[in-house]
């Protein structure tokens, strides 16, 4: 059990550097830590996606955002508190100037005018609050999926790959809402990719070419 809660102690991976930061911030340091390669902590614990992982996650909601989803902003903010990482140019961008036209004299009155999405709910703010979670969670799982499954070709389906990661990390959901979820933000995101005249294919194509091929 030392050994273990050694591995959860960031401060034994730090530089020199990295010790200096963590007197100004601890998180910051935590970060540094991440982007020079090493173990990656987030707020407490240890984070299970890599760094290109939560990349992947958050141009999914860069290319909401392109397509007029300006809550896809929030989300993917939410994104990078949750996986304790800087945000991107285009996000610390996008995300000041949005809040800036609701805090400027004269601009939009309600925030809800400035963080808004057509495809949610709107009927009640429960519905909405969980539409909101929805897309995020199918975020997170698409990007853990598309992570496994680059790491080991030997996974031929969704349900092989969903069963490894949710093995791995909680999300908090079973395997059929964790299907549902990533079902939904990959369709989403095909149809944004194209939308803007690029493309991309499903992970079932990844799969049938495996299973063609007899990869294992």
């Known amino acids: 059990m030392e050994k273990v809660w050694g591995l959860l102690d960031p401060s034994r991976h730090y530089n020199e550097w990295e010790k200096a930061l963590e007197k100004i911030e601890p998180a910051w340091a935590k970060a540094a830590l991440a982007l020079r390669g090493e173990t990656r902590f987030g707020h407490g614990d240890l984070r299970a996606m890599s760094l290109v992982a939560v990349h992947e996650t958050l141009e999914v909601h860069r290319r909401h955002f392109e397509t007029g989803d300006t809550l896809a902003l929030l989300v993917a903010v939410k994104s990078c508190a949750a996986e304790n990482v800087p945000l991107p140019t285009w996000l610390a961008l996008a995300y000041m100037k949005a809040l800036d036209s609701f805090l400027k004299v004269g601009g939009a009155p309600y925030l809800d005018d400035v963080f808004q999405s057509p495809h949610l709910p709107t009927e009640t703010p429960k519905r909405a609050a969980k539409a909101r979670q929805d897309w ?81």
């Open 136 to 216: 995020t969670l199918g975020g997170e799982i698409m990007a853990a999926v598309w992570d496994e499954a680059r790491a080991d070709e030997s996974l031929q389906s969704l349900d092989e790959t969903l069963d490894r990661v949710l093995k791995k990390r909680r999300f908090g959901v079973g395997k059929t809402k964790a299907r549902e979820l990533f079902n939904m933000v990959e369709k989403r995101q095909i149809e944004g990719l194209k939308a803007m005249g690029s493309s991309t294919q499903p992970i079932s194509r990844l799969f049938a070419k495996r299973r063609k091929n007899g990869t294992r």
